[in-house]
Nanobody, 123 residues
Framework: QVQLVESGGGLVQAGGSLRLSCAAS????????MGWFRQAPGKEREFAAA????????EYGDSVKGRFTISRDNTKNTVYLQMNNLRPEDTAVYYC????????????????WGQGTQVTVSS
């Protein structure tokens, strides 16, 4: 069992930056691919970014590519999402998730989920 806790969300103006963290307990994260997803009110959960177990590969959703960066520190059992040049349409609850499979854009591939952290971007 893996417990995931996100932090770092908040209110920011358009063009600003935030860094989300996802801290894990229960098991070491090095055995899992990790992903960040987001969900805005009334919309489906959307893939934002994913990173491989060792951190050597990453992928991004089209809407965040070039602005967001996913990283991980397996020694700290933590995954990060650096979000730059934020836009009002980035407003959502952001979730981190862990997968024992090869990293994926699909929510179905992820077994463990955090509770989410709210990001609000004002115009």
């Amino acid at each position: 069992q893996v417990q995931l806790v996100e932090s770092g969300g908040g209110l920011v103006q358009a063009g600003g930056s935030l860094r989300l963290s996802c801290a894990a307990s229960g098991r070491t994260l090095s055995g899992y691919s990790m992903g960040w997803f987001r969900q805005a009110p009334g919309k489906e959960r959307e893939f934002a970014a994913a990173i491989s177990r060792g951190g050597g590969m990453d992928e991004y959703g089209d809407s965040v590519k070039g602005r967001f960066t996913i990283s991980r520190d397996n020694t700290k059992n933590t995954v990060y999402l650096q979000m730059n040049n934020l836009r009002p349409e980035d407003t959502a609850v952001y979730y981190c998730a862990a997968s024992s499979l090869v990293f994926s854009h699909s929510t179905a591939s992820y077994k463990y989920w955090g509770q989410g952290t709210q990001v609000t971007v004002s115009s």
